[in-house]
T-cell receptor
Framework: GENVEQHPSTLSVQEGDSAVIKCTYS??????FPWYKQELGKRPQLIID?????GEKKDQRIAVTLNKTAKHFSLHITETQPEDSAVYFC????????????FGKGTKLSVIP | GAGVSQTPSNKVTEKGKYVELRCDPI?????LYWYRQSLGQGPEFLIY????????DSGLPNDRFFAVRPEGSVSTLKIQRTERGDSAVYLC??????????????FGPGTRLLVL
């Protein structure tokens, strides 16, 4: 099955700085990679995703990059704000035609005002 | 339309009891998933339904766990003889269910289960 590794487990940044979270995956047949943001006691919310036919996708202050050869993808948040503080999870599917999402262990991001 | 909803939001039970957790997916979504999230961890896959049938139940930890979706919409996760180790947040998600898999999944708020 799929194995997803996520780093770092915690990340503290000053407000206005950038934050980068990195994930690696093991199944070369995976072709869809979502990122979820989860605030304390809330549901995981999709913030951005990328498919393997592109190398980068951007949505305002959030971007995701994908390197299929190296099997890693990263989340980039620019101009961080206190409301960005949350736990972020990367995920990947377990192979072609799969419906089983495998999640990383999460990164707790703290944005210091 | 409305997002994925789950009831109850919190459930406290005693060891050995039976519990049922309900999930109402986004209207029109034929695929439905259950995940379990322990404290400080990412969600872990339990089971996936396509319509009324359980297409993949490989994540269910043992035979105390069972899920149904009799009409292809609402699903119920059933846990028999609960154990303290079953305490976790149980998340439900849904997606369109198109062929080929690897779809965007939308999550519900979860049910926080505490087994005393």
């Amino acid at each position: 099955g799929e194995n997803v590794e996520q780093h770092p487990s915690t990340l503290s940044v000053q407000e206005g700085d950038s934050a980068v979270i990195k994930c690696t995956y093991s199944d070369s047949a995976s072709n869809y990679f979502p990122w979820y943001k989860q605030e304390l006691g809330k549901r995981p919310q999709l913030i951005i995703d990328i498919r393997s036919n592109v190398g980068e996708k951007k949505d305002q202050r959030i971007a995701v990059t994908l390197n299929k050869t190296a099997k890693h993808f990263s989340l980039h948040i620019t101009e961080t704000q206190p409301e960005d503080s949350a736990v972020y999870f990367c995920a990947a599917y377990s192979g072609a035609g799969s419906y089983q999402l495998t999640f990383g262990k999460g990164t707790k991001l703290s944005v210091i005002p | 339309g409305a997002g994925v909803s789950q009831t109850p939001s919190n459930k406290v039970t005693e060891k050995g009891k039976y519990v049922e957790l309900r999930c109402d997916p986004i209207s029109g979504h034929t695929a439905l998933y259950w995940y379990r999230q322990s404290l400080g961890q990412g969600p872990e896959f339990l089971i996936y339904f396509q319509g009324t049938g359980a297409a993949d139940d490989s994540g269910l930890p043992n035979d105390r766990f069972f899920a149904v979706r009799p009409e292809g919409s609402v699903s119920t996760l059933k846990i028999q003889r609960t154990e303290r180790g079953d305490s976790a947040v149980y998340l439900c998600a849904s997606s369109f269910g198109s062929s080929g898999g690897q779809e965007t999944q939308y999550f519900g708020p979860g049910t926080r289960l505490l087994v005393l």
